[in-house]
């Protein structure tokens, strides 16, 4: 009787298994040990993982794919940071080639920091354009922080180095003349949406570590501009920053209280 191979071997071996018709995993079924039926629920459940995950994302090109199908050059966008004290508001533009096969990308609130870190270079790599735009603390100040995420908007569509034919917004309109396809938490519904919530995500908290450099005392690396006790405790010690949003409640009071002693 021949030797059955050690369940570390055979770990290995059925590494690489993407199919859940490969016929090595028949042969992992007869195996009566008890440590082979667990690797074998193993691959069962990381198989049938990466297929829901596939399949989600498939969904997910959905408003793509029929754009792509009238020979559209389509862009996604959307932005972080409008709820923040301080920090700007940072919008992405991103235009998907119809080859795009990244299936995590994902609307990035449901991502992990290292999620997003890892799948911001891939996009970046994939994309056939990507732009940012910023709509700083200051003129949020002036003409309020809806609007400024529009001029924000704008300006990343403007940026992108090739000129998309359709635009898809997460639930904002944007002032350029080209036809748009608006929807509610659109970062979970397109995969161009999604691409640009993780590149504006990640280039702002980028952004706000080196202003947590500059300004030390806020915990800007952490909070990435939104009023935790720490950022609150800051401004009432340290006063308000140029990157201040000084039109925003605790900020305004901070500066009144500190215009009054």
Do not use: C
């Given at each position: 009787?021949?030797?059955?191979?050690?369940?570390a071997?055979?770990?290995?071996?059925?590494?690489?298994v993407?199919?859940?018709?490969d016929p090595?995993?028949d042969?992992?079924?007869?195996?009566?040990?008890?440590?082979?039926?667990?690797?074998?629920?193993?691959?069962?459940?990381r198989?049938?993982?990466?297929?829901?995950?596939?399949?989600?994302?498939?969904?997910?090109?959905?408003?793509?794919?029929?754009?792509?199908?009238?020979?559209k050059?389509?862009?996604?966008i959307?932005?972080?940071?409008r709820?923040?004290?301080?920090?700007p508001?940072?919008?992405?533009?991103?235009?998907?080639?119809?080859?795009?096969?990244?299936?995590?990308v994902?609307?990035?609130?449901?991502l992990?920091?290292?999620?997003r870190?890892?799948l911001?270079?891939?996009?970046?790599?994939q994309?056939?354009?990507v732009?940012?735009?910023?709509?700083?603390?200051?003129?949020?100040?002036?003409i309020?922080?809806?609007?400024?995420?529009?001029?924000?908007?704008?300006r990343?569509v403007?940026g992108l180095g090739?000129?998309?034919?359709?635009?898809?917004v997460?639930?904002?309109?944007i002032?350029v003349?080209?036809?748009q396809?608006?929807?509610?938490?659109?970062?979970?519904?397109?995969a161009?949406v999604?691409?640009?919530?993780i590149?504006?995500?990640?280039?702002?908290?980028h952004?706000m570590?080196?202003?947590?450099r500059?300004?030390?005392?806020?915990?800007?690396?952490k909070?990435?501009?939104?009023g935790?006790?720490?950022?609150?405790?800051?401004?009432?010690?340290?006063?308000?920053?140029?990157?201040?949003?000084k039109?925003?409640?605790?900020?305004?009071?901070?500066?009144a209280?500190?215009?009054?002693?």
């Open positions: 009787m021949a030797k059955q191979p050690s369940l071997s055979l770990k290995q071996e059925l590494a690489d993407t199919s859940l018709a090595r995993l042969v992992l079924a007869t195996d009566s040990r008890k440590g082979a039926q667990l690797l074998l629920t193993q691959i069962k459940r198989l049938n993982k990466q297929a829901e995950a596939e399949a989600a994302f498939q969904e997910r090109l959905h408003y793509e794919r029929d754009l792509w199908a009238m020979g050059l389509v862009a996604g959307d932005e972080v940071g709820g923040p004290l301080a920090g508001v940072v919008t992405s533009a991103v235009i998907l080639p119809q080859s795009f096969d990244i299936p995590l994902n609307d990035s609130k449901q992990t920091p290292k999620e870190e890892r911001y270079p891939l996009i970046l790599a994309a056939t354009a732009s940012i735009g910023i709509g700083s603390s200051e003129l949020i100040d002036q309020n922080i809806y609007q400024a995420t529009r001029v924000a908007m704008q990343a403007l090739v000129a998309p034919q359709h635009l898809i997460d639930a904002m309109q002032p003349d080209l036809p396809t608006r929807l509610i938490k659109g970062d979970a519904k397109s161009s999604a691409a640009a919530s590149v504006a995500k990640v280039y702002r908290d952004l570590d080196t202003y947590d500059l300004y030390p005392g806020y915990g800007f690396k909070n990435a501009g939104y935790t006790d720490e950022h609150l405790a800051g401004l009432t010690d340290r006063g308000v920053t140029p990157i201040h949003r039109t925003f409640s605790p900020v305004q009071k901070i500066i209280a500190q215009s009054r002693s």
